[in-house]
Structure formats: C-alpha cells, structure tokens
C-alpha cells in the first residue's frame, strides 16, 4: 500500500521568508511524486511532480520541490513566500503497481502573514 | 480554473432526495475520477474510470452510484445519503501514464 504523510498542519511564515512544506511518503517500486495547492471554495491546482531525472524539480509560481530516496521524502519549497501563496498544500504519490491512483497526504495549511 | 467544469457548485438536499453530480472535462484526457473531501479527512479517493470503464471502486457506500457515458462526462448520482456524507466532492481527470490529474472546482453537497 502507497501512502504520504504531511507532518505539519499548519505553517506560518512572513512575506519574504524562505517556505517549506514536508511530505514523505512510502510506496511499492519507483515513486512518481505531486504537490497541489488548493485555495478557498476551489479544486486543487497541480504545481510540480517527479517523475524521474533531476532530484530538484521546479514547478509553477516559483516554487520547487527536492526528491530524496534515502529520506522517502519530497519537500515543496519557495525562497521567498507571498501573501498570495497562503492556502493548503497537498502532496500526493503514486507507486508502478497503482496504476493511476493518487495517495494524497492531509494537506498543510500555509499562513503567510504581511 | 483548469478545462474540467463540474455543476452544480453547491447542492443541498435531504436525506431522501436523489440528485446528481455532473463533471465534464474538455481537455482530451482518458481517465476520470471521484473523490471525496471532507473538513476532517485527507482527499479520499472514490471511483475511477478509464476509457468509461470503472476500474476502482474505494468501497464506496452504494448510495453512490457513478456513471461515465463517454471520457469526457461523468455523472454521481446520489440516493438517500446521509448528513455525514456533507463535503466537497471534486472530479479530476487525467491523460493515460503518470502524469498529474487536472480537477474541476468541485460542489459543495450539504445532507440535511
């Protein structure tokens, strides 16, 4: 069985401040690794995945996410938060032997305060 | 927002009404999902379809009935649910391989 775990419910930074969102995860084989963002009253909006390749992958509105196999884990970042990147985050993971189906983590809420 | 439209936006019903989700995806894609988001759980994951064929059913209570008549509709169809079944169901699509879903902006489902 694929699952994820997002350690922090919440994260608070000031506008200008570095970002990290955790996500591990534990699946079967090769991962192939998400992160979505989701604001108020809308669906989730894909930022960036790993697929294969470049460990450090880079995805929408500046933000980026590091792959590490030895750490199962696959940490979204941001050098510098906007106010307008407070919402909630979720990683999600999918291993071969799934097919198509995404394990979502249970969201980080990003606070980020002027 | 993305090319997956889902209507309505916001559903309120009674426990002994039927009512229907509809999803539509005008992006091409293959695949076609369900899933559940409640205030207090992670995103679950409900049906999935690929090629209109169901290819995972999450051990969804059988009040929910889906329906994907072609890949670019699909359909919930809700019978006498219950007020815990209140959330926010989103629709997603995706193209075949490992690539990443596409998800409409959900309806918002209140069960009085």
């Known amino acids: 069985a694929q699952s994820v775990a997002q350690p922090e419910d919440q994260v608070k930074v000031a506008e200008g401040n570095p970002l990290t969102v955790k996500c591990t995860y534990s699946v079967s084989g090769n991962p192939y690794l998400f992160w979505y963002v989701q604001y108020p009253n809308r669906g989730l909006q894909f930022l960036l995945k790993y697929i294969t390749g470049d460990n450090l992958v880079k995805g929408s509105y500046g933000f980026e996410a590091e792959f590490n196999k030895s750490q199962t884990s696959f940490h979204l970042k941001k050098p510098s938060a906007l106010v307008s990147d407070s919402a909630l985050y979720f990683c999600a993971v999918r291993g071969g032997a799934a097919g198509n189906k995404l394990t979502f983590g249970g969201g980080t809420r990003v606070l980020v305060k002027p | 927002e993305t090319g997956v439209t889902q209507t309505p936006r916001h559903l309120v019903m009674g426990m002994t009404n039927k009512k229907s989700l509809k999803c539509e995806q005008h992006l091409g894609h293959n695949a076609m999902y369900w899933y559940k988001q409640s205030a207090k759980k992670p995103l679950e994951l409900m049906f999935v379809?690929?090629?209109?064929?169901?290819?995972e059913n999450n051990s969804v209570p059988s009040r929910f009935s889906p329906e994907c008549p072609n890949s670019s509709h699909l359909f919930l169809h809700l019978h006498t649910l219950q007020p815990e079944d209140s959330a926010l169901y989103l629709c997603?699509?995706?193209?075949?391989?490992?690539?990443?879903?596409?998800f409409g902006p959900g309806t918002r489902l209140t069960v009085l």
């Open positions: 379809y690929n090629f209109k064929e169901q290819t």
């Open positions: 997603a699509s995706s193209p075949q391989g490992f690539n990443e879903q596409f």
